[in-house]
């Protein structure tokens, strides 16, 4: 009852803002416009470059950033934000997060890291998303995270969408979607590698003009779609999402990458309740022992759509000297 109260609450809100908007226009940030430039003569030596990646994608745009640091002399850490430490932010005098688009926004899991991240005062911050449609909000997403880095003190100095070979497995059963995805294969792509390079270069650029970037939102379909709790209805289709042990290597992987810890991997289960269907869990599942169905259709992971396609994500060149 609680959760249907709380959907009419939000078909009530939305219904006040369609009035008011016709089409896309920028929505001014009030603390954004609050931000103050860089320290004087900010020098940088020491860059940080974090991501949260569940099928590689933001995780290799953000090494290869990394990598062009590198070159430019810069000591650079680079790691997943699973994994790092929050309490050495302010040790470093620039900081770059990317991050895939979930269901039109920043996921959730990000957002309440950022949430809980020290003071970064006059830091520079730049993000970058990566995004498998079109028209998945990407704009938008990449503006919150600049916004929750500002709250913090950070200075945005840098944004970015690059478009990939879409990771979502429910688009699979889809054959109109489907067909749109096998179209992108070749994603990401020379073109891809190239915009990256030059957005890490963008980025120590603009850190030597010493002042911020605007970020702006745009007012967009898919942002106010939000407002409609996705997730939520797509757990509502989702008939069965457990551990089949009788093909189960008990690698752990699933539970690793379980944001919610929602996997127990020794009784078979996942708890729906906990489950933000990041599908973490069956993209990265080696021998498809994540068992789930979609409207009574079993689905399959990202790396068992590239094998069975006869797919192969291209590496940057960089990448192939390592």
Known sequence: MERRRSF????????????????????????LQNVTTLKKDHKLKNV??????????????ARLIAYVWKRKGLN??????????????PNFDLILLGTPVFYYDTPGFVKEWLATIPSINQ???????????????????????????????GVPV?????????????????????????????????????????YAESIIEQVNLGYPIPVEKQLTFQRLSTIFAPVWW??????????????????GICEKLCLKDAISVALGQINMDRCVLCFGC??????????????????????EL????????????????L
């Open 123 to 153: 830091i520079p911050v730049a993000a970058f998303v990566t995004y498998g449609r079109p028209c998945g909000d990407q704009h938008n997403a990449v503006c919150t995270i600049l916004e929750l880095f500002s709250k913090k003190g």
């Open 8 to 31: 009419l609450k939000k078909c009530i809100a939305l219904s006040f803002v369609l009035v008011e908007s016709c089409g896309s226009k920028p929505q001014k940030n009030e603390h």
């Open 48 to 61: 940080l470059v974090l991501w949260y990646s569940q099928t590689e994608h933001t995780k290799r745009n």
């Open 76 to 89: 650079v850490t680079a790691a997943d934000i699973r994994k790092f430490n929050q309490k050495t932010l």
């Open 282 to 303: 069956i993209n990265n599942c080696p021998v498809q022992a994540v068992v789930m169905k979609y409207k009574g259709r079993k689905l399959f992971g990202f790396w």
């Open 306 to 321: 590239l094998r069975r396609k006869n797919i192969t994500i291209k590496e940057p060149k960089e990448f192939l000297k």
């Open 234 to 251: 797509t757990k509502r289709l989702i008939d069965v999402h457990r551990i089949d042990l009788t093909i189960c290597t008990k690698c």
């Open 158 to 198: 840098g944004l970015r969408t690059f478009m990939n070979m879409e990771t979502f497995p429910i688009s699979w059963s889809n054959n109109s979607i489907a067909k749109n995805i096998l179209d992108n294969r070749a994603l990401p792509n020379k073109k891809t590698y190239k915009n990256v390079r030059s």
